[in-house]
């Protein structure tokens, strides 16, 4: 007859079928995201605000608990890299947050698997450890989780950042921005030529075409001369990347920073991203899965 499994075999067979459980939620949970925010930036660009208000808390929600699931994702990877710790009776101090958090926050999630690693924790430690647990009375549980599992409807200003971020990465003009007057003509029929500090060249070039053509040419070619040639596909690239952060409900608005300068694309950057959509348009559901397979590349 075969030996039966110690308790702390038991308890790395849950921990590996909770981590398997929990990246599985994850990505259920990002594709669905992902179609509910093409859907609010539907709303937005048709105009109903008051409807993306509301229906846009759901998808706070949804991030939170993701957060939530990524945090005891690294707390069970955690418990599965230092199982020896678990073989003695008393909890080890290095693992006392990572085993209380999970004893907090399993029964309050959907995860099956995680809610048979905290009995097998329980049957462990005993029931005044759980105990101390669920009311966190020694302040081990992690801050993060208890406040991720409160029931607090989300703040307004968090509603309207992500408002703000759905709207800007979908391409929809949202809040209304004024739009800039057409600049003047810089040639004006009633004035003349030494009010206008152009009209000498103007001038030269409405008289002289070709002289004019020439020159254009000339700075043309400097131009050329002065532009590092592009890179072709495949060739040697830069080796420094800079991966923007994601955005969490604890950081709405991501930026990259180096020091305290925020780093912005350049032009170039800008009007390609203008050139992929169009503002004011919302991307089918291609573009966002091609725009999700290269996140997962990242």
Known sequence: MAPAASA?????????????RLRMVQQRDEQLGKTQRRAMAQLLEAGKIDSATIRVENIIRSDITTELHEILELYCELLLARAGLLEGSACDPGLEEAIKSIIYAAPKTEIKELITVRGLLAEKYGKEFVMTAMENTDGKVN??????LSVEPPRKE???????????????????REKL????????EDDDEED????????RVLEDPLEADDDLARNEERLRGATPPRVRPGGPQSPLTVTPPKMTTDNVHPKVTHGSVE????????????????????????????RFAALKKG
């Open 8 to 20: 702390t075999t038991k308890l790395k067979v849950q921990l590996k079928l909770a981590i398997a």
């Open 196 to 203: 206008t500090p152009s009209g000498g060249l103007a001038q």
């Open 263 to 290: 780093l912005k694309p350049n032009n170039k950057m800008q009007a390609a991203a203008r050139k992929r959509e169009p503002e004011g348009s919302v991307p089918d559901i291609s573009d966002l899965e091609r």
């Open 143 to 148: 801050e993060k989780v208890v406040r991720k």
């Open 158 to 176: 968090l509603v309207v950042g992500y408002l703000e971020e759905i709207a800007k990465a979908y391409g929809v003009d949202w809040p209304k």
């Open 181 to 188: 007057n057409a600049p003047p003509d810089l040639l004006d």
